[in-house]
């Protein structure tokens, strides 16, 4: 990746060279890497090692090794009698099971198959493993709206010994909504009591629930869920529900949320803010955000890293550079580091404010603190620059996105392309095209219309 030099940074003009950015020769001795950001969401990561676990889980009951090609009980039965009495160990019938239940056998099949294999193998005793098997089995058949085959298998493992536990829950949620049965992974919930699934079970058919339904069947689910078998919603269940009203825009529900989650007696987290701020900013609403940032001060939240970045942005975006700035000293002193994400959201903001000097100026500041910029930030720099008439330096900065094997972007390859354009330098103008292409920065259909509709602005291409 290419470096500005001291010029371009001080704004004269013209610019001399641009050199490649040179690699450290002593690694050793540069500064320690900052510390990780601190983050105020500590679930996050139990929640995924707990997700991986459960999908190996997953995985292992739905792809043993292949045994049967086809579901035909007659056929199970036979290659079963084959093998009786042989060197089998105790666990290898569970694999015959699950071989003949991916073959595409019926639920009922299923089952026969395990009394057939129990009578066969007077050694082998169903645990709730074995039952897992039929119970994933029966909730991964494509037949919405019917639950008769998944609750008689329920029933069938309270009756032998095993009733069904979280984790039993859990396997049968989360494969019903792997079939796309949300619905039905709901109603299982709310007609078996038997079946207890615990918090995360519980926010993860919330969030599946609130990513595929409306908001009136999620509402729907969590208050039944409360009346007949007492599960409250948690910090979690209402973060997803307030990031599933923010992403569709709906800033005035997440509020109402915010505050039946208060009313409830659970305090909010940063998290919960970052993505209310986020909202704001999706909807145009970026000064909004100091406010959700100083509501977060008032209740003794401690802001982490997201927060001050989507703070910074909102600002920068809203044309309060000033005040954003004065937040690189407050995530300083609060110990986090401005990254390249607080930087680009700055510059963009310079930008757009035309102080494309101040921008190149914090660019250099960027770099001096090792924060190396990426393709945004040279983007954003490249629109900025030719809409502040800089040609000369748009195309500087142009060649050292190209030594850094940088893509275009579209507002800032059509930006730049129209004002080589206007300046007549067409040439220019064509080998940006060439370069778009073969970089892939932009689709053909994208890169073509953009060059024609600054090909008429061109004089030389005016009637």
Same mark, same amino acid.
């Given at each position: ?152 298998? %329920? ?110 007696? %659970? ?197």
């Amino acid at each position: 990746m290419g470096k500005f030099p001291p010029s371009m940074r001080s704004a004269p003009l013209p610019l001399t060279f641009l050199k490649p950015r040179p690699s450290p020769s002593n690694p050793t001795s540069s500064s320690p890497a900052p510390e990780a950001p601190k983050t105020c969401w500590t679930l996050q990561k139990k929640k995924k090692e707990k997700k991986k676990k459960l999908n190996e889980e997953v995985k292992t009951v739905r792809s043993p090794p292949p045994i049967f090609l086809s579901p035909s009980l007659p056929d199970a039965t036979a290659v079963v009698n084959s093998i009786a009495g042989s060197s089998f160990r105790a666990a290898d019938p569970q694999i015959l099971l699950q071989s003949f239940c991916n073959a595409g056998a019926s639920p009922a099949d299923s089952l026969s198959l395990l009394r057939h294999i129990s009578l066969r193998f007077p050694s082998f005793s169903p645990d709730r493993s074995t039952y897992h098997i039929l119970l994933v089995h029966a909730c991964l058949q494509p037949t919405p709206g019917d639950l008769s085959a998944v609750s008689t298998f %329920i029933d069938l493992m309270s009756s032998s010994g095993f009733p069904p536990d979280s984790s039993s829950a859990d396997l049968a949620v989360r494969a019903l909504c792997s079939s796309s049965r949300e619905d039905d992974a709901a109603d299982l919930l709310l007609r078996n009591l038997s079946l207890h699934p615990d918090p995360f079970t519980y926010n993860f058919l919330v969030r599946r629930l609130a990513g595929t339904r409306s908001l009136s069947t999620v509402y729907s689910f969590v208050n039944e869920l409360r009346e007949v078998a007492n599960i409250l919603p948690d910090r979690i269940t209402y973060t997803i529900l307030i990031d599933s009203v923010c992403r569709n825009r709906n800033l005035r529900e997440a509020t109402h949320l915010l505050g039946v989650l208060k009313h409830s007696g %659970i305090k909010p987290d940063c998290y919960l803010y970052n993505n209310i701020m986020k909202a704001y900013c999706m909807l145009d609403q970026c000064g909004e955000v100091m406010e959700v940032y100083n509501k977060m001060r008032d209740e003794d939240i401690v802001p982490d890293l997201v927060t001050y970045n989507t703070l910074v942005y909102g600002l920068s975006k809203s044309g309060m550079i000033e005040q954003a700035k004065k937040f690189l000293s407050v995530m300083a002193d609060t110990g986090y580091f401005p990254d390249i994400v607080t930087y680009t959201s700055l510059i963009s903001g310079m930008c757009r404010k035309g102080d494309t000097s101040g921008a190149l100026m914090l660019l250099g500041e960027m770099e001096e603190r090792g924060c190396s910029p990426n393709e945004c930030t040279y983007n954003a720099l490249l629109m900025g620059l030719c809409k502040a008439g800089c040609l000369d330096k748009a195309i500087e900065l142009y060649r050292v996105m190209i030594q850094g094997g940088m893509k275009l972007e579209s507002p800032a390859y059509a930006t730049f392309l129209r004002s080589l354009c206007r300046s007549n330098r067409i040439a220019e103008a064509y080998d940006v095209f060439d370069y778009a292409r073969e970089s892939k920065s932009l689709a053909d259909v994208v890169a073509y219309s953009a060059l024609e509709n600054s090909l008429k602005g061109s004089k030389k291409f005016r009637v």
